[in-house]
């Protein structure tokens, strides 16, 4: 397996469940804690190739479904990545789904409930999905924050997987994996992870991710010092409020 996807709460055997019983599955959990990474791993492991939408409030049907282009003096269609998806059987993942708008998740229900069906308006066309497809969604309720939350209608549509930062332990494997960095080190980062982690009083929108480690640790690896590597790859990423930024240096030079 080339894509390095380290379980954390039995998520693969889930995975593979969903995908046998034609279930779409829901990924919640923060920013940055392994969702995409999770999917991409599935994707190679069951052998179905990999569609990614990145959802956002200005994707249109006509952006995941298709439209008619014009080249040269001829009109052609071409199929957005949903119907790409459908036809060629493969697992579809609709990245931020929360973050697409009402209308064009509702174009989707069909093809996440029991009739797997995806109706293309514009060229009046109906298709079933194949066995090999799946609709995998990943959604991250803090950062939704109470404005976008998805509606129970979709909801309910989705098995549900809640994801979150893994334990220590586990988190410092994955980094060394992930990077190459000494295992030394990759402890250190995950302690200064779940040191920012645990104060709340800076209110942060969203707290160190397992990303920003990673990449505080392939800074580190370029020859940064490790304090300045925490600076920019975690410190900076976390706030721009001032005072909140010096918090977080002092937890870096105390750590560092
Ligand atoms: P998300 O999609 O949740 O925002 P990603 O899947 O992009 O997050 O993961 C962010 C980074 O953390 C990637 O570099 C990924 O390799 C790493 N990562 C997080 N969790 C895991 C895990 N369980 N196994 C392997 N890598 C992980």
Redesign the pocket.
């Known amino acids: 397996m080339s894509v390095?996807?380290?379980?954390?709460a039995n998520e693969v055997d889930l995975f593979t469940r969903c995908y046998e019983q034609q279930l779409p599955l829901l990924?919640k959990?923060?920013?940055?804690?392994?969702?995409?990474?999770?999917?991409?791993?599935m994707a190679e492991k069951l052998k179905r190739p990999l569609v990614k939408v990145a959802c956002n409030e200005d994707t249109s049907s006509a952006d995941l479904l298709g439209r008619f282009l014009i080249k040269g003096n001829e009109t052609v269609w071409q199929d957005g990545p949903v119907t790409r998806a459908v036809r060629e059987g493969a697992i579809l993942y609709l990245?931020e789904v929360a973050e697409a708008r009402e209308d064009v998740i509702v174009a989707l229900h069909p093809l996440t409930d029991h009739r797997r069906e995806l109706y293309v308006d514009r060229t009046n066309e109906e298709l079933v999905a194949p066995a090999g497809f799946m609709c995998v969604a990943?959604f991250?309720p803090g950062y939704q924050r109470g404005f976008k939350e998805l509606k129970p209608s979709t909801r309910q549509r989705f098995v549900t997987l809640s994801?979150s930062y893994?334990m220590p332990e586990?988190?410092t494997e994955?980094l060394h994996?992930?990077t190459e960095v000494d295992l030394k080190t990759c402890q250190r980062l995950v302690e200064l992870g779940n040191k920012i982690r645990g104060q709340r009083h800076l209110e942060l929108k969203e707290t160190v991710?397992?990303?920003l480690?990673?990449h505080a640790a392939r800074l580190f690896k370029s020859g940064m010092s490790l304090r300045q590597a925490c600076l920019f790859g975690v410190g900076q990423c976390l706030s721009d409020d001032v005072q909140v930024l010096e918090g977080l240096k002092d937890l870096i030079h105390l750590s560092m």
Do not use: F, M, W
Request: glycine residues 8%; aromatic residues 6%.
């Open positions: 390095y996807y380290r379980e954390v990924i959990g923060p920013t940055g804690c392994g969702k995409s990474q999770l999917v991409a791993h990245d990943s991250n994801l893994p586990l988190e994955i994996r992930v991710s397992t990303r480690l990673v």
